[in-house]
């Protein structure tokens, strides 16, 4: 209803205001969506509250099934996780929850024989989503690419760099998928993202294959630091095939995330067309793996090995350059259409 000549007033119905305990003359907070609708908030509850979960934990429970609950706590937005042993933690139950605190970036802020409280003190409305993914591709590219470079020159010393660098992706890669969980469930937390229920669904099919691309990466460099301690050499004209290949796969990985950004169809069917050229690559090294003198069953292991994991990443930056595509074809919201005739 009209206030005046120029003020609106909005009635909030009082069964609305008795849920969250508002009185007259209190603050209400509210955020325009990207669909131009209006949520309302009451500001004492607005991202103040702790998301916390107990995790009972038995005595015979395994290191494993621990890591896993805790991960899924964290991943579906919990701020707070206490977990709680029938009697005292074991050694191994305690080293696997200080394990997984770390990779999750949580603090150990409670802990004693029989119970240890963990919590995560990042704010995820302050995070840029584009960002973490942009900084999670670099290092995953830095992985592919090294790792290849690796093969190219038998460096076993860059070939340990690489490896070691997965954990730094996964790190990404968990707080990415818990903040675009957290943003598909709490339409607060999606706008001050400015993502919506299909950002979200492109975005962590993406966040998946990279990190499934790295760790890819991660076990071709695993077999070249094992061949060369085992003293087992990669025939010349089989690593050349193959470094042909991955540098192939490597350079088309990163086109794939720039077109999936850039939202350039043309640059990801273009990708796309690659599957055949590597497809005949990856039939060439087969022949030539298994001509000439027998091989040692380490090294044809090996060989098999890098040349698999060269085409799953190659799988994975297909998979990236048609997510691009169906990205590209998106209907634009109302907000991103106003912000696009800006910019022009």
Same mark, same amino acid.
């Given at each position: ?70 991960? %899924? !706590?964290?991943?579906? /937005?919990?701020? /707070?996780?206490? #977990? ?61 690419? /090294? %790792? ?49 229920? #299909? ?28 061949? *060369? /301690? ?68 380490? #090294?044809?292991? %090996? ?5 698999? *994991? ?10 990236? !350059?048609?997510? !691009? ?11 991103? #259409? ?7």
């Amino acid at each position: 209803m009209s206030l005046g000549k120029s003020s609106l007033v909005v009635s909030l119905p009082k069964e609305w205001m008795q849920l969250n305990d508002l009185k007259k003359g209190e603050t209400v907070s509210f955020n325009i969506q990207r669909d131009r609708s209006l949520v309302i908030y009451p500001s004492s509850l607005k991202k103040t509250e702790l998301k916390e979960i107990t995790l009972n934990i038995a005595n015979s429970e395994e290191e494993i099934l621990i890591t896993q609950k805790v991960l %899924g !706590a964290y991943l579906n /937005g919990y701020t /707070g996780i206490m #977990l709680k042993s029938e009697s005292i933690f074991t050694v191994p139950q305690t080293k696997a929850i200080r394990n997984i605190a770390g990779r999750l970036y949580m603090r150990v802020m409670e802990a004693d024989a029989k119970g240890v409280y963990i919590q995560s003190i990042m704010d995820e409305s302050k995070a840029s989503l584009q960002q973490a993914v942009q900084r999670m591709h670099l290092i995953s590219r830095s992985m592919c690419e /090294g %790792g290849f470079t690796s093969l190219k020159t038998n460096d076993v010393a860059l070939a340990k760099s690489c490896f070691s660098l997965d954990d730094d992706v996964d790190h990404f890669a968990f707080f990415i998928v818990r903040i675009l969980r957290n943003a598909a469930q709490d339409p607060h937390l999606a706008n001050e993202l400015r993502v919506d229920p #299909l950002d979200c669904m492109d975005y962590q099919m993406v966040v998946s294959r990279m990190e499934h691309a790295s760790d890819y990466a991660a076990d071709i460099t695993r077999h070249i630091i094992m061949l *060369n /301690g085992a003293k087992q050499a990669i025939p010349d004209d089989v690593r050349a095939l193959m470094v042909t290949a991955g540098e192939e796969v490597a350079q088309l990985y990163v086109k794939a995330f720039e077109a999936f950004f850039s939202k350039d169809v043309n640059a990801a069917v273009d990708i796309m067309k690659y599957r055949n050229k590597l497809d005949k690559l990856d039939i060439e090294i087969t022949s030539k793996a298994f001509m000439g003198p027998q091989k040692s069953a380490e #090294l044809v292991c %090996g060989i098999c090995s890098i040349r698999d *994991n060269i085409k799953r990443i190659a799988h994975c930056t297909f998979s990236i !350059a048609e997510i !691009a595509v169906n990205r590209a074809f998106k209907v634009a919201s109302p907000e991103s #259409l106003e912000e696009q005739k800006t910019k022009e």
